[in-house]
């Protein structure tokens, strides 16, 4: 069956950088992307961004340029989540997701969710 | 970039009732690139509903999307006790940046 299992908690101090895992099972990796999404505690969802697994093609939200960078290794199945210069609003569970791709490499919705990893940013 | 806005924020309803929650995006998503998701506590989002009205794989016929444009819905017929979750839209149309709405809780009155 389709499976996200993403790595586990994270406790980080302010200005450090994290990088969070997501092994995908049960399906051809390469014919879909992975979207990354942000929920802070207590709040909604948040895109953070995504990437194409067959090309390596992302597209990162504006607020997050230059402190993201989402990668996948296909020889293993996982695509990384890193991001850097962390403050303690980043406090938040990250979740990947399958996502599906049209014939222009364009993403469409998330079908398949992984658990999420919770991260805490504090000192 | 385009924003979501769903209503209510909370909606007290009790099981065996209908519910409507809705979705209006600040311009309109051609090809009803438009989907829902629920979530309960400490879960990750599950998707209900892809391109506006298209049921995903094992979700029940109780649940239903409509729309087109800028004004989408959700409707659940008749309430079970497992449906008492937050709701969220998402749009996927043209490029990336896309987007969530900010949720609409549905609890048990």
């Known amino acids: 069956q389709i499976k996200l299992v993403q790595s586990g908690t994270e406790v980080k101090k302010p200005g450090a950088s994290l990088k969070v895992s997501c092994k995908a099972s049960g399906y051809t990796f390469t014919r879909y992307g992975i979207t990354w999404v942000r929920q802070a505690p207590g709040q909604g969802l948040e895109w953070m961004g995504w990437i194409n697994s067959n090309n390596g093609n992302t597209h990162y939200a504006q607020k997050f340029l230059g402190r993201v960078t989402m990668t996948t290794d296909t020889s293993t199945t996982t695509a990384y989540l890193e991001l850097r210069s962390l403050r303690s609003d980043d406090t938040a569970v990250f979740y990947c997701a399958r996502t599906l791709v049209d014939y222009s490499g364009r993403p469409y919705y998330s079908d398949y969710w992984g658990q999420g990893t919770v991260v805490t940013a504090s000192s | 970039e385009v924003v979501l806005t769903q209503s209510p924020g909370t909606l007290s309803l009790s099981p065996g009732e209908r519910a409507t929650l809705s979705c209006r995006a600040s311009q309109s998503i051609d090809r009803n690139y438009l989907a829902w998701y629920q979530q309960k506590p400490g879960q990750a989002p599950r998707l209900l509903i892809y391109?506006?009205?298209s049921r995903a794989t094992d979700i029940p016929d109780r649940f239903s999307g409509s729309g087109s444009g800028t004004d989408f819905s959700l409707t659940i017929s008749r309430l079970e006790p497992e449906d008492f979750a937050v709701y969220y839209c998402h749009q996927y149309y043209r490029s990336p940046p896309y987007t969530f709405g900010q949720g609409t809780r549905l609890e048990i009155k």
């Open positions: 391109a506006a009205s």
